[in-house]
């Protein structure tokens, strides 16, 4: 048997039987899968969170490994269910664009429709739980060395999401989003290290927040260079510019959330 890796990545939750089916599936196929769990408290629907998440953490498992990603709003409709080879990774789940920042990073060799796997099933394919019906299956029967041409048919195409590009309004001035806040309250913002690096001599920064209020606070390697309670600007572990507090939470003390736009003012 094959104990090769098989993550799994949702906006199920733990309350209910969800993730416990989907593990059921495939150990009922390959009983040896070494099943991950990445998490399952992605916010309902937030496809760009999931995005994020699975880009941030997928490099660091094993060749070969199968992530399979189940946050879909778009369960039982027109959109395909997909499996994407890349050069390192296979990834598995809905075709809305939640596989494509990790997928395209990695660089996509073959994109495959899982339709075969509807038709091939052995038992009913539910409309609304394709985690458990499609993905989970395939995923299993990849994990057993089955071919994704057994799986899929081969399409050209799939929905790819895009981290937006800050954009700069000055020399040393850029409006940027936010694109993530991790459990701590930090707030990752769309600009990336080597774009402070072009800019050399970053020492402080003034953020313009959604309300028109100013905050400056230091750039330091990292979040214990300042005092419990202040403000402090970091690059984080996935290379972009995060804006924190020390012992605090920088979303919940200025009221930022996912998608605001903010203006970074770049200071020697």
Not at 33 to 54: F, G, K
Not at 171 to 180: A, D, G, N, T
Request: aromatic share 8%; glycine share 8%.
């Amino acid at each position: 048997m094959c104990r090769r890796v098989i993550t799994l990545l949702t906006d199920f939750g733990t309350q209910d039987y969800f993730v416990a089916s989907m593990k059921g599936v495939i150990l009922s196929i390959n009983p040896e899968a070494n099943i991950v769990d990445i998490t399952h408290d992605v916010p309902p629907q937030d496809v760009h969170r999931a995005a994020l998440i699975l880009w941030a953490c997928y490099k660091y498992f094993p060749q070969g490994t199968i992530h399979v990603v189940v946050v879909d709003p778009g369960v039982g409709t027109e959109r395909r269910p997909i499996l994407v080879k890349t050069r390192n990774y296979y990834f598995i789940g809905p075709d809305n664009g939640v596989l494509s920042l990790a997928a395209e990073e990695d660089g996509v060799v073959e994109i495959l429709d899982l339709a075969k796997m509807c038709r091939a099933a052995r038992r009913r394919v539910s409309h609304t739980f394709h985690g458990r019906d499609i993905f989970a299956p395939a995923a299993a029967y990849l994990s057993l060395g089955v071919s994704p041409q057994e799986l899929g048919e081969p399409v050209r195409d799939y929905v790819r999401l895009s981290v937006e590009p800050p954009r700069r309004i000055g020399e040393r001035e850029l409006e940027c989003r936010v694109i993530y806040i991790d459990r701590f309250g930090n707030v990752y913002t769309n600009i990336r290290e080597d774009l402070l690096r072009d800019l050399k001599n970053v020492s402080r920064i003034a953020v313009t927040l959604p309300d028109g209020r100013v905050i400056k606070m230091p750039l330091c390697k990292a979040y214990g260079y300042v005092a419990p309670g202040e403000d402090v600007a970091v690059i984080n572990s996935e290379g972009f510019l995060e804006l924190a507090v020390n012992f605090g939470r920088f979303s919940d003390k200025y009221g930022v959330r996912p998608l605001d736009k903010l203006r970074i003012s770049l200071e020697k």
